[in-house]
T-cell receptor, first 113, second 113 residues
Framework: DTEVTQTPKHLVMGMTNKKSLKCEQHMGHRAMYWYKQKAKKPPELMFVYSYEKLSINESVPSRFSPECPNSSLLNLHLHALQPEDSALYLC????????????FGDGTRLSIL | DAKTTQPTSMDCAEGRAANLPCNHSTISGNEYVYWYRQIHSQGPQYIIHGLKNNETNEMASLIITEDRKSSTLILPHATLRDTAVYYCIVRAREGTSYDKVIFGPGTSLSVIP
């Protein structure tokens, strides 16, 4: 069992759909992260939130829109995705200081039709 | 952050020690060595980290050479559940409230019965 919970575990959507991925942690962590992972590749950082403010956007296309409503929740809003966006999307959190290890969820496997 | 190099894949017999090497010859004095692993269909899991002294926890031991140019992660008694991709990451202190981790390709460890 992981302490970072991601929902849904699987998502299939069409290119015109709008959907959201959700991530939740109750460890009091103040930094939260979104990663994208393609098959047989390492995770790639997308966004970092620190104290509920967006700190890093790794040049992610605007069809991905992150949101951090409070310190425990992180959302990733999806709109007009492309087939190449099919991947495992991982959420992570850390205590909010450099060097503190990240805790990962098990991800949402997204398929774009 | 310093670049790391790891073997692409390794095998280890069940019950034997698994020794996973990592080269980080350009590491700076304030950079830590971190290890994560990713079991199939799960998110990455933090294992251990160290600066210059050897470290041990309930999961593994980390041996860092005196010149800090390389390190070895040791799983003392490998089990089938240790089959995973192992990532060696070097992280610099940035004075930030988050941890920007860049994953390399890692080592795919297969534990053989």
């Amino acid at each position: 069992d992981t302490e970072v919970t991601q929902t849904p575990k699987h998502l299939v959507m069409g290119m015109t759909n709008k959907k959201s991925l959700k991530c939740e942690q109750h460890m009091g962590h103040r930094a939260m992260y979104w990663y994208k992972q393609k098959a047989k590749k390492p995770p790639e950082l997308m966004f970092v939130y620190s104290y509920e403010k967006l700190s890093i956007n790794e040049s992610v296309p605007s069809r991905f829109s992150p949101e951090c409503p409070n310190s425990s929740l992180l959302n990733l809003h999806l709109h007009a995705l492309q087939p190449e966006d099919s991947a495992l999307y991982l959420c992570a959190s850390s205590q909010g200081q450099t060097y503190q290890p990240q805790h990962f969820g098990d991800g949402t496997r997204l398929s774009i039709l | 952050d310093a670049k790391t190099t790891q073997p692409t894949s390794m095998d280890c017999a069940e019950g034997r020690a698994a020794n996973l090497p990592c080269n980080h010859s350009t590491i700076s004095g304030n950079e830590y060595v971190y290890w994560y692993r990713q079991i199939h269909s799960q998110g990455p899991q933090y294992i251990i980290h160290g600066l210059k002294n050897n470290e041990t926890n309930e999961m593994a031991s980390l041996i860092i050479t005196e010149d800090r140019k390389s390190s070895t992660l040791i799983l003392p008694h490998a089990t089938l559940r240790d089959t995973a991709v192992y990532y060696c990451i070097v992280r610099a202190r940035e004075g930030t409230s988050y941890d920007k981790v860049i994953f390399g390709p890692g080592t795919s460890l297969s534990v053989i019965p």
